[in-house]
């Protein structure tokens, strides 16, 4: 019988260009480089101007990754987009990124799993994969949660930035790709990262508005502490689930929401600090975008290449995670 893998084929990303650093935060708002730095690792982030939109951030790192696959719109076969801050709540913003890419033959849809949604996509995609029913599936992470957030909020508005970034998985017969998944799931913390209003529970309404119920609410404190213990856990749990140990490991890519936070899970797996991937000091959080953001810098700094072993792990909103050991 025939087997299938998705082979990462190529990757993209689209980041804006204006930058906001500590500094000019501690100029708007009640906060300082100092604490920034010191609580999350992160020294700037890059933000959305006006005429910038999640549709066209997901377009443009989509339009790269194809490139490198050198792959044409007419071979994809389907468009995965994971986001938690689309154009409109209606139309999915995937079927903007697939006319914008021109993809005629593709299905396309949303993933709505906060920060772990590309892993979550990545994931599903690979089904689609394996299953022989795809050759070509684009997978991207995009947010402009800088839309969503209270710039006058100190609790959240330091720790977000916006871009995208894209993959390609190409079917393969070759042995290759995703080895093991894990996803998980605990919606008792739904409460702990979340916009109240703007769903159909709290419609906006002037009151909703006047509350400042549309901005994104975090408890910061619950998700340090759910964050610590299960980026750990969900690393060992694949590694031993493909019965691998954690020093065959060339590369770790974790959720890229705060730099304790991914020290204390290396630690807590024996990872050396070379191994595992680090930029939340340039972007802050980009959700569901910052995973593939770092593969994409992995590959263009050499610290990613073919046959590498490579960890990948989230968490975020619902609360949600997950993990994946996947052969470069
Ligand atoms: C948000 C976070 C950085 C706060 O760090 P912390 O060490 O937990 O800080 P605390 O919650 O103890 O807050 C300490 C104080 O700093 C204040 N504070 C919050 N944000 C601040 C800011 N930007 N600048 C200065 N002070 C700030 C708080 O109001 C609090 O003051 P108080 O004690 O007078 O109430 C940290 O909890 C965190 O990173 N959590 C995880 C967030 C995350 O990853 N979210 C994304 C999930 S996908």
């Not at 690979?126 to 299953?131: A, L």
């Not at 209270?150 to 995208?164: I, K, Q, Y």
């Not at 390609?168 to 042995?175: A, D, G, I």
């Amino acid at each position: 019988m025939i087997r299938y893998y998705g082979k990462l084929a190529g990757y993209g990303k689209a980041v804006p260009e204006k930058i906001i650093t500590n500094q000019e935060l501690a100029e708007r708002i009640d906060t300082s480089d100092e604490w920034i730095t010191e609580r999350t690792g992160i020294k700037e982030r890059h933000v959305v101007r006006e005429d910038e939109h999640c549709s066209e951030l997901a377009t443009e790192a989509s339009r790269r990754a194809m490139d490198k696959a050198g792959i044409t719109a007419e071979e994809v076969d389907l468009i995965i987009v994971a986001t938690s801050s689309p154009d409109y709540l209606t139309p999915p913003v995937s079927s903007q990124v697939q006319h914008n890419l021109g993809a005629n033959n593709a299905g396309a849809f949303v993933m709505v799993v906060g920060c772990t949604g590309f892993v979550y996509a990545l994931v599903t995609a690979d089904q689609f994969i394996r299953s022989g029913q795809y050759r070509n599936i684009i997978v991207v992470g995009v947010e402009v949660t800088s839309r969503n957030v209270d710039w006058n909020d100190r609790n959240t508005c330091v720790l977000f930035g916006d871009g995208a970034a894209a993959v390609v998985l190409q079917r393969t017969e070759t042995e290759t790709g995703l080895i093991t998944h894990h996803l998980g799931s605990d919606g008792s913390g739904f409460e702990h990262i979340i916009q109240v209003a703007g769903g159909t529970r709290n419609s906006v309404t002037h009151k909703s508005l006047d509350e400042g119920l549309q901005f994104l609410q975090m408890n910061g404190r619950e998700v340090f502490k759910f964050a610590s213990v299960i980026m750990g856990q969900a690393l060992k749990k694949v590694v031993d689930e493909a019965g691998y140990t954690i020093d065959e490991i060339d590369l770790f890519i974790p959720h890229q929401a705060n730099a304790r936070i991914i020290e204390f899970a290396a630690k807590q797996a024996g990872l050396p600090a070379e191994k595992v991937f680090v930029n939340v000091d340039k972007y802050g959080n980009t959700s569901a975008a910052s995973v593939p953001i770092a593969i994409a810098e992995a590959f263009e700094q050499n610290r990613l290449k073919e046959g590498d072993l490579l960890a990948l792990v989230a968490f975020g909103s619902g609360l949600t995670w997950g993990s994946c050991l996947f052969r470069v």
